[in-house]
């Protein structure tokens, strides 16, 4: 068992205590549609650009699974993502917001039409290797669509620069307004150049998934 797998499975014992709270809130799907207003602003409009840190496309949050939008949005409220924005946001919901806002967006479900393959396309040469390296399909499923954990992304055919700015924002220590704190991808962000996440940015962007950018009702 190579050292990131072994890493990745040790902080998953230690951390499943830390998700339990959620399982006692159940989210309302409908309730949450009543609760996006603070979101649809970017995360509903298809190609939307944010600028901080960096210009990039805010990710895609339709389809996404409902507990690790819950674990995202709490970890802003508590400050392990340090976005000023998010956490501002984060910080205005209750748990119960945060439990149905992640349910609405997770009723988004799969792509129209489309059947998930069982595996990624086979990774060439440079790429192969970064992905045995970081351990990558261990957390995220062979097909970076099916996550070991529902609090773990779905990141198969995520925004190629949201995905590098994010794997760059574990690499960062010690500033108060930007960067993630986490034991997992803090360990596998760290071991890679930001040329070699980009790598890995591009070809997890390139594969099939259920995300998707949905724009209000009144917008389709």
Request: proline share 4%.
């Amino acid at each position: 068992m190579n050292k990131s797998l072994s890493f990745v499975l040790a902080f998953l014992v230690a951390g499943a205590t830390n998700t339990a709270f959620a399982d006692d809130i159940k989210g309302d799907a409908q309730a949450g549609e009543k609760k996006i207003a603070m979101c649809v602003g970017c995360h509903g409009i298809v190609g939307y650009q944010a600028t901080f840190p960096e210009v990039y496309k805010v990710p895609k949050i339709s389809g996404q699974g409902a507990k690790y939008i819950t674990a995202a949005l709490n970890a802003y409220k508590k400050g392990d993502r340090k976005h000023p924005t998010m956490k501002g946001i984060a910080a205005s919901l209750s748990d119960q917001d945060i439990a149905d806002v992640a349910a609405y967006y997770e009723s988004h479900g799969k792509l129209e039409g489309a059947s998930l393959p069982d595996k990624a396309s086979e990774p060439q040469g440079q790429v192969a290797e970064l992905i045995k390296k970081g351990g990558c399909t261990s957390c995220h499923g062979e097909n970076f669509a099916k996550p070991i954990a529902p609090d773990y992304p779905k990141i198969a055919g995520q925004n190629a620069d949201y995905l590098f700015v994010a794997l760059k924002s574990y690499k960062v220590e010690g500033t108060s307004t930007w960067g993630r704190n986490n034991g997992v991808m803090g360990g596998v962000a760290k071991q890679f150049s930001n040329a070699e996440l980009k790598l890995l940015a591009n070809y997890v962007a390139s594969q099939q998934g259920d995300l998707k950018t949905l724009p209000e009702s009144r917008f389709r």
